[in-house]
């Protein structure tokens, strides 16, 4: 038995939660023993298959076909049907994108099985694993233990595990071109959905800082830009703020905006509903500055100052300065 990862790839560039489910893939199969595999299905894809095998993987299967030029759920899970029967893994794991939940229920089914949807984790116990995934907008976690019957199907939430936890190999894994049955695909592909209309894609920023109601005007917000532009990052916000339109909507962190987890989230002013936290609560380290000391938000910041942002913002500006010169 083995664990398969599916690489997402789109416009000839991995996904970055690829990695994150490779990171997933590789922690379950170091507590259960299992060996980790990865598919990349597409056409003309190769490459993408070689970028996917510098990782620490047993093999890279890629599931070729002319119809898996773009993205259909027919095609896809044709193909990724035709990759798990042959190699019978013992759990498939995936990203929790758009495009998977699109095309992994219906793969799931064509098994008899459900699929384990926007996990947050996989712990391993006698032998058995039980995935933990938010429900209720974040406020509750639920346990979820498979069957056992071979495969299980399961998706990683963005920011769950880290892309730059994936172990690369000493060597290369073995690329295995497969070329797979489709059969008929019933849709013509449009423009790949987006979250947002967005300008800028905040989930593969590295530093973000993110401004709320206690910013108090649109004209404080260069205060927190100061500090973004200091550190080589972005700017970001709650959904007050961009309501406001103080900030556009692609700038929104949250349930309604989008979910990022950089490697430092510096949160200003901002109190911490349920709503934003789900958005960012997997961010490696997380600052927070507020004036309320019972503010949510320092339940889940690893550093807190407990202050007035107009006087800690300047002064860790201008450090922040010094420190790079």
Not at 52 to 76: H, I
Not at 135 to 153: R, T, Y
Not at 162 to 182: I, Y
Request: charged share 25%; glycine share 8%.
């Amino acid at each position: 038995m083995s664990i398969l990862v599916f690489a997402e790839h789109r416009d000839g560039v991995l996904n970055k939660t690829s990695f994150e489910a490779v990171a997933a893939a590789q922690a379950l199969g170091a507590s259960l023993g299992l060996d980790v595999s990865a598919v990349v299905v597409g056409s003309g894809a190769q490459g993408l298959a070689e970028e996917v095998a510098a990782y620490a993987l047993s093999k890279v299967v890629y599931a070729e076909n002319e119809k898996l030029k773009e993205y259909t759920p027919d095609g896809y899970a044709d193909a990724m049907e035709s990759v798990v029967r042959a190699l019978n893994p013992q759990y498939v794991i995936m990203p929790h994108t758009y495009l998977v939940r699109d095309y992994a229920p219906k793969l799931a089914a064509r098994f008899g099985k459900g699929l384990i949807s926007d996990c947050i984790r996989a712990k391993t116990a006698d032998g058995k694993v039980t995935f933990t995934r938010r429900i209720f907008l974040g406020k509750m976690d639920a346990d979820v233990v498979s069957d056992g019957e071979a495969p299980v199907f399961a998706t990683f939430q963005s920011g769950a595990y880290r892309g730059d936890q994936a172990q690369k190999g000493s060597a290369s894994a073995p690329v295995e071109t497969m070329p797979v049955e489709v059969g008929e695909v019933r849709m013509t592909p449009e423009a790949p959905f987006q979250e947002v209309k967005q300008a800028v894609d905040l989930s593969k920023a590295d530093v973000i800082v993110a401004i709320g109601r206690g910013i108090k005007s649109k004209d404080n917000i260069e205060l927190a830009e100061k500090l973004a532009a200091a550190l080589g990052g972005d700017i970001a916000a709650s959904r007050p703020i961009c309501d406001a339109e103080w900030l556009p909507i692609d700038r929104q962190i949250g349930s309604s905006g989008q979910t990022v987890a950089p490697k430092l989230y510096i949160a200003l002013g901002i109190s911490g509903a349920i709503q934003h936290l789900v958005g960012m609560k997997n961010s490696g380290t997380i600052v927070a500055i507020n004036k309320d000391p019972e503010a949510p938000i320092f339940d889940i910041a690893d550093y807190g100052i407990v202050g007035d942002l107009f006087d800690a913002v300047p002064v860790l500006t201008e450090e922040i300065k010094k420190l790079k010169g």
